[in-house]
């Protein structure tokens, strides 16, 4: 399983945004997907996640802000922002789980996003 993320760059503050990431096989074969996000010096932490049945969590930080979603068709998953902060420049990573007797975690190879004051 590959996964390849698109979408960063340079927004001011108040801007939006949209990632995606194109995954190689069906997205019917991922039992979860995710965004996280890594600022230099910290840890990467969940943005938010899309179960296979649809459901969706979001970190508090970015509720009513951000939106992932998923084109089935495309293979393809979203992070749509808005209202974007300084706090939220990071490097950003789309992330799948395949469980298929043990837990596979997949990763992409991340997107810088930079919001400017």
């Known amino acids: 399983v590959q996964l390849q993320a698109s979408g960063g760059g340079l927004v001011q503050a108040g801007g939006s945004l949209r990632l995606s990431c194109v995954i190689s096989t069906s997205i019917g074969m991922i039992n979860a997907m995710g965004w996280y996000r890594q600022a230099p010096g910290k840890r990467r932490d969940l943005v938010a996640a899309i179960s296979s049945d649809g459901s969706t969590h979001y970190a508090d930080s970015v509720k009513d802000r951000f939106t992932v979603s998923r084109d089935i068709a495309k293979n393809t998953m979203y992070l749509e922002m808005n209202n974007l902060k300084p706090e939220d420049t990071a490097t950003y990573y789309c992330?799948?789980?395949?469980?298929?007797?043990?837990?596979?975690?997949?990763w992409g190879q991340g997107t810088q996003v930079t919001v400017s004051s």
């Open positions: 992330n799948a789980v395949v469980v298929r007797g043990t837990i596979e975690q997949y």
